[in-house]
């Protein structure tokens, strides 16, 4: 499904042949890749979160952390500026792609907030699967005590 959305966007903007919509388009990929995913992970997996033998996932060095879109942070403007070229190449866009106007319009890009894609009703599962097993612990413990 997310890859006929992508082709249907891809569409919108090879008819719009607007490069200020291609810019625009670049920085919410960024803002989706580096951004969104990586809360959406943290979200899934909190900074708490162990795996086996009682071992964080995740330590301080290596802790995964989302990068917000900055025109003036020189790595992000360079995924942005790069994806407005090929995006515009490939679709046969004419404009202005000079790094002084995809900075200056990418700036001005309105980035919608952070939503979290994990279903509630999951959440509440999950919930109940850790009372459940704590309980059955807790269980297990008063039977060996008696």
């Known amino acids: 499904m997310d890859r ?3 082709i249907l966007q891809y569409a919108v903007l090879a008819t719009e042949k ?3 919509k291609i810019i625009e388009f670049a920085v ?3 803002t989706e890749i580096f951004d969104h995913r990586i809360r959406q992970l943290l979200q899934k997996y909190p900074e708490d979160y162990t795996i086996r033998h009682c071992r964080k996932l995740s330590s301080d060095p290596k802790r995964l952390q989302p990068i917000s879109y900055n025109a003036d942070d020189p790595l992000a403007f360079m995924f942005v500026k790069n994806y407005t070229i090929i995006l515009a190449r490939i679709l046969s866009i004419k404009g202005d792609l000079s790094d002084k106007y ?3 319009v990418s700036s001005k890009v309105n980035i ?3 939503k979290d894609k994990t279903n509630p ?3 509440i599962t999950k919930e109940v699967k850790k009372n459940h097993e704590k309980r059955k612990k807790l269980n297990y413990l ?3 005590k008696n």
């Open 18 to 20: 607007n490069i200020y």
């Open 4 to 6: 006929l959305r992508l």
């Open 112 to 114: 919608p907030p952070f």
């Open 142 to 144: 008063l039977l060996r």
């Open 121 to 123: 009703l999951k959440k």
């Open 102 to 104: 995809i900075k200056e």
């Open 28 to 30: 919410m990929k960024y």
